[in-house]
């Protein structure tokens, strides 16, 4: 049996931190994602990137910060709401973020479209099991 996931292909982690980045990207290969790893530094970066970007080279899960310069978090998530009005978003999205604030868990979940609130680091079982829960393969 074949640890390597068909799906997610990409996968885009919106974060300004170079070593948050480097961590989570080497915990989702510890968990054995072997697609494309995207990357941005902020909210408008990645809202940007996705506004731009044809449906079919869009990412298939968003990890995202919530405490970034420029645009945070919580912004990108409005604007992505308002982008997509009516809209069904292609992509799971998971608020990945090291506030352990009730405010901001609640804050961020309150958008359908994200999948879970995540914090940081993000561990291999837990990468594991939300490629596992994409693909349906179970380690």
Same mark, same amino acid.
């Given at each position: 049996?074949? @640890?390597? &996931?068909?799906?997610? /292909?990409?996968i885009?982690?919106?974060?300004?931190?170079?070593i948050?980045? &480097?961590?989570?990207?080497?915990i %989702?290969?510890? =968990?054995? +994602?072997? !697609?494309?790893?995207?990357?941005?530094?902020? !909210? @408008?970066?990645?809202?940007? +990137?996705?506004?731009? #970007?044809?449906?079919?080279?869009?990412?298939?899960l968003? &990890?995202?910060?919530?405490?970034?310069?420029q645009?945070?978090?919580?912004? *990108?998530?409005?604007?992505?709401?308002?982008?997509?009005?009516?809209? @069904?978003i292609?992509? /799971?999205?998971?608020? %990945?973020?090291?506030? #352990?604030?009730?405010?901001? /868990? &609640?804050?961020a979940?309150? +958008?359908? *479209?994200?999948? !879970?609130y995540?914090? $940081?680091?993000?561990?291999?079982? #837990?990468? =594991?099991?939300?490629?596992s829960? /994409?693909? !349906?393969? $179970?380690?």
């Amino acid at each position: 049996m074949s @640890k390597d &996931f068909s799906y997610p /292909q990409r996968i885009l982690v919106v974060d300004d931190s170079e070593i948050d980045r &480097f961590i989570t990207d080497k915990i %989702l290969r510890r =968990a054995h +994602f072997s !697609g494309q790893t995207l990357f941005r530094k902020t !909210g @408008k970066e990645a809202l940007d +990137f996705l506004l731009c #970007t044809k449906p079919e080279e869009q990412p298939d899960l968003v &990890f995202l910060d919530l405490n970034m310069p420029q645009m945070g978090g919580l912004a *990108f998530l409005k604007a992505l709401e308002e982008c997509w009005a009516g809209e @069904k978003i292609a992509f /799971q999205i998971y608020v %990945l973020s090291s506030s #352990t604030l009730a405010s901001d /868990q &609640f804050a961020a979940i309150r +958008f359908n *479209f994200v999948r !879970g609130y995540l914090v $940081k680091p993000l561990s291999v079982a #837990t990468a =594991a099991g939300i490629l596992s829960s /994409q693909t !349906g393969f $179970k380690l």
